[in-house]
């Protein structure tokens, strides 16, 4: 069977090919009309995020963009093909690029190489000085942002191949792919790059560590298995980047579970019935995650037990989230960065976007937090 992959907003043709409308609300709640992001409450802040400095760089309508630091200076890139370098502190421009290719997802930045793709897979990777270094190309199209890290690029591009490069010359290192499902969500699964390990989720609920150096499969860990009767209800994609804390790489599915593994093996530390399709944010104490709904939880390190639930945000479309000090921070619809309580989940702060929602992760680097925004904004957000 050819495999076909779905978003989240194009799940209604599917289901109703398949007559399962009814299952729609379960797993897509947006879609409906009746379903209008939740009004935001008036609290009173208790933390002062500043907008450090905001800079234009061009819009990001359709491709999955987030800026990446390096040595105090912030690259970014817009949708057009104009690539920015920032000082990280005060936002002067240290040059501009125009690369007259559309950008798709980026940017991975290391000492060696700032590396994004452009339609239909073409990598790019240019230098400290947005001076021309290589190219590449990748299997075929790539909607996640590439990750670097030890000299070492790795592209995944939409049909599941990992593909590994030389940071400085471009080199072919290695490429690995596995067997995905009939159907998939058509998402943004970042890899993750600890020491010399690659953690990677994969459609079908399976968590893999790679090799770093040969792409060798160091061990596979189930997160979540797939259930049901039809092929949209045993999507149980592992969603977002895993996250490494304590020893322990922590991940999430749709439709599926949360829970850590361990580091070295792979064996689960402790699992809990979950879904989302934006993944999660964990630290030594917490792993933190929304559902699609927008419901927000905390779950403890300590086994898994669930501390507390947000429901303020039901139907925001959060992004993942991500935690900084005692807070955990993430996006929304509207355009909206949020601070709630790491330790209890109430509203601490909140800060309207330059430039909307953001097109891709936060990126938390040199006590600030920076986003790229869909109307062509990079926000520098310093933390309180």
């Given amino acids: 069977m050819k495999r076909a992959t779905v978003s989240l907003v194009s ?14 609300s379960k797993i897509n709640p947006f879609d409906n009309n009746k379903f209008k992001p939740t009004p935001l409450v008036d609290f ?12 234009k760089i061009g819009e990001s309508r359709l491709a999955s963009l987030q800026p990446a630091v390096v040595d105090r200076v912030v690259y970014a890139a817009s949708e057009e093909g104009v690539v920015v370098a920032y000082d990280v502190t005060s936002g002067k421009t240290l040059w501009r690029r125009e690369l007259k ?22 990598i790019i990777a240019l230098d400290d000085q947005g001076k021309d270094l290589w190219s590449a190309q990748a299997s075929t199209e790539v909607i996640t942002p590439p990750t670097a ?20 010359d471009g080199k072919r290192k290695w ?31 399976k968590l893999i560590a790679l ?25 149980a994609d592992v969603s977002g980047a895993p996250v490494i804390s304590l020893r322990q790489v922590c991940a999430a599915s749709f439709q599926g579970r949360v829970g850590c593994f361990d580091l070295q093996n792979g064996s689960a530390v402790w699992t809990r019935d979950f879904s ?32 507390w639930k947000n429901e303020t945000y039901l139907f925001r479309k959060p992004g993942a989230p991500v935690i900084a000090s005692r807070a955990a921070v993430f996006s929304d619809v509207e355009g909206y960065m949020h601070w709630v309580g790491r330790d209890d989940g109430k509203p601490l702060a909140r800060l309207s976007l330059n430039g909307g929602v953001a097109s891709g992760g936060i990126i938390q680097a040199e006590k600030q937090l920076f986003v790229q925004t869909r109307g062509g904004y990079l926000n520098a957000i310093a933390l309180d």
């Fill in 11 to 24: 799940l209604l043709g599917v289901v109703s090919l398949l007559g399962g409308c009814s299952f729609l």
């Fill in 44 to 55: 009173k802040p208790s933390l002062k995020p500043q907008l450090a400095w905001a800079a």
């Fill in 101 to 122: 290719q559309r950008i798709s997802s980026g940017v991975a930045a290391t000492g060696d190489a700032l590396v994004m793709v452009a339609e239909k897979g073409k």
């Fill in 149 to 168: 890290a030890l000299g070492i690029v790795l592209v995944r591009a939409s049909d599941g191949r990992i593909t590994a490069f030389e940071a400085k």
């Fill in 175 to 205: 490429s690995f792919q596995r067997q995905l499902p009939p159907l998939t969500l058509r998402n943004i699964e970042p890899i993750s790059i600890h020491q010399s390990t690659a953690y990677v989720g994969y459609p079908g609920g």
């Fill in 211 to 235: 090799n770093l150096a040969n792409g060798n499969v160091r061990w596979e860990s189930t997160v979540a298995l797939p259930k049901g009767a039809t092929e949209i209800e045993r999507i």
């Fill in 276 to 307: 989302t399709s934006v993944g999660l944010s964990a630290d030594d104490r917490y792993v933190i995650a929304f559902t699609e709904k927008g419901e927000m939880s905390a779950f403890s390190r300590d086994g898994g037990p669930v501390v």
